[in-house]
T-cell receptor, first 115, second 116 residues
Framework: AQSVTQLGSHVSVSEGALVLLRCNYSSSVPPYLFWYVQYPNQGLQLLLK????ATLVKGINGFEAEFKKSETSFHLTKPSAHMSDAAEYFCAVSPNAGNNRKLIWGLGTSLAVNP | SQTIHQWPATLVQPVGSPLSLECTVEGTSNPNLYWYRQAAGRGLQLLFYSVGIGQISSEVPQNLSASRPQDRQFILSSKKLLLSDSGFYLC???????????????FGAGSRLTVL
């Protein structure tokens, strides 16, 4: 069975500081991996995804994530936080086969950015 | 381009009243459709998903139900709401065929339900 663990339900950084949101997964088959962002009272928006190929994936808003198979991790980073990055971030995994690709979700990490 | 519409955006209902949340997708065909619920501090809970008209899979036992009367329409219902049904409900779609992009979920804006 697949599972996703996001370490730290709340992360606080200063504006301009590095953002690091951690995600570890377990999967018995090669996974697809995703990061989504949710702003208050809105739906989720895809930040980036890893399917195959290059393990360093670049997404929107300056975020990137690196798939590390040996560590079963897919941590999300951004070199310099902006106030507008304050939101809830969700990591998710799905199998890379089958018609119905249900996503398995982490519980989310709330990112606060301090001025 | 594809768009997803979800309504109503907010809803306040008394305990025991019925519920109907609607979701439609435009610009695609044969999508997989999903209903999620998001309760405070509990992440995303998959309630129902559908791979085709009339095909509904339930993930958790509850007093909610879902229907898919048309290819791009997904409805979440309840005959009698409970206090515990309060939450933020999200509809989402995914390409139903095994091709590039077939694994990306696109979400609606959500429906905030408060049961009093």
């Amino acid at each position: 069975a697949q599972s996703v663990t996001q370490l730290g339900s709340h992360v606080s950084v200063s504006e301009g500081a590095l953002v690091l949101l951690r995600c570890n997964y377990s999967s018995s088959v090669p996974p697809y991996l995703f990061w989504y962002v949710q702003y208050p009272n809105q739906g989720l928006q895809l930040l980036l995804k890893y399917t195959t190929g290059a393990t360093l994936v670049k997404g929107i808003n300056g975020f990137e994530a690196e798939f590390k198979k040996s560590e079963t991790s897919f941590h999300l980073t951004k070199p310099s936080a902006h106030m507008s990055d304050a939101a809830e971030y969700f990591c998710a995994v799905s199998p890379n086969a089958g018609n119905n690709r249900k996503l398995i979700w982490g519980l989310g990490t709330s990112l606060a950015v301090n001025p | 381009s594809q768009t997803i519409h979800q309504w109503p955006a907010t809803l306040v209902q008394p305990v025991g009243s019925p519920l109907s949340l609607e979701c439609t997708v435009e610009g695609t065909s044969n999508p997989n459709l999903y209903w999620y619920r998001q309760a405070a501090g509990r992440g995303l809970q998959l309630l129902f998903y559908s791979v085709g008209i009339g095909q509904i899979s339930s993930e958790v036992p509850q007093n909610l139900s879902a229907s898919r009367p048309q290819d791009r329409q997904f409805i979440l219902s309840s005959k009698k709401l409970l206090l515990s049904d309060s939450g933020f409900y999200l509809c989402a779609w995914m390409r139903g065929r095994a091709r590039a992009g077939a694994n990306v979920l696109t979400f609606g804006a959500g429906s905030r339900l408060t049961v009093l």
